[in-house]
């Protein structure tokens, strides 16, 4: 395989390596992954992470085991533990789909090709959107996000995030509130790490203060991505997200989610279909990263800890998709399964 050069994934002179993003912001540690049990570990524990980007990881892992000689027949099961690695995040299913079939038609050969292209996909699908988003977005906005949707998260530039650098480019003023996104502080962690990164005027804040920023008036706009789009654009994303789009309709804030059509799964008709990921009690219990872990809660204390939740498509104002900017009346009239 070529050299491949993102933000958070790299693959050089035939080592794949990963960007530890459980280590960020404080840390920046390259990790090699030469195995299915490396990469499914670093997919649990959220070293590599965002929808399209655990697509692209399993796919580079694939692409270097067959150069690497593995048998078509362990790529296969390499294949079927990676995809169950997370349930949410579609693009990951998509991905070793399009490796599986390239696979069955080519052979072992042919996946290095393949994963190159979703790779170069990815960064090309990442500037669309950003284009096309940042055209909607007004000088001097004030933008509220929520969890990590960057170039730690894609190939490219992002796609919600991706949006926001678009705006900075295009030479508008623009501030953004950054939710901090408990449990794992996605937000607090890694798009305070963007943003400055992009030169982006930011403010971070608990997620819990978004509700009072709009009803002061302080939010114009509010953009997010996606783990999963069902076809009634019903859509999956990090864990409070939905809390923000009935916030976002009750003040009168346009509430944008912004996804590459590998995140549109036509075949789920709504998003009661879309399966959510639990993670482990102790996350909600504590908090752990470069700086440490900390417990606050007794280990006993039960708790629920859903990684996404499911915003209905009547709280959402567009879908900034690669193929343009969706209307909730083209949503309803069948737009995702016709992508
Ligand atoms: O659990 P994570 O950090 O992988 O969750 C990520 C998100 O929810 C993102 O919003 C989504 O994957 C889109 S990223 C371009």
Known sequence: MKDLLATSIKYQQGTLLILDQHQLPHREQWLPCDSADTMIAMIKKLQIRGAPLIGIGASLLLAHLAEQGASAASLRADAERLRAARPTAVNLMICIDRMLATLTEQGPTALSHCAEQLFNEDIALCQRMADLGADLIADGANILTHCNTGSLATAGVGTAIGVIGAVKQQGKALHVWVDETRP?????????????????????????????????????????????????????????????????????????????????????????????????????????????????????????????????????????????VYRPEQIVAGALTTL
């Open 184 to 324: 794992l502080l996605q937000g607090g962690r890694l798009t305070t790490w963007e943003m400055d990164r992009l030169g982006v005027s930011h403010t971070l804040i608990c997620d819990n203060m978004a509700a009072l920023l709009m009803a002061q008036g302080k939010v114009d706009v509010i953009l997010v991505g996606a783990d999963r789009i069902a076809a009634n654009g019903d859509f999956a994303n990090k864990v409070g997200t939905y809390s923000l789009a009935v916030i976002a309709q009750y003040h009168q804030v346009p509430f944008y989610v912004v996804a590459p059509y590998t995140t549109v799964d036509a075949n789920c008709p709504d998003g009661s279909a879309i399966p959510i990921e639990q993670r482990n009690p102790a996350e909600v219990q504590g908090v752990s990263g470069s700086f440490g872990k900390v417990n606050w809660a007794p280990d006993s204390t039960p708790v629920y800890n859903p990684a996404f939740d499911v915003t209905p498509a009547k709280l959402v104002s567009g879908w900034i998709l690669d193929t343009g």
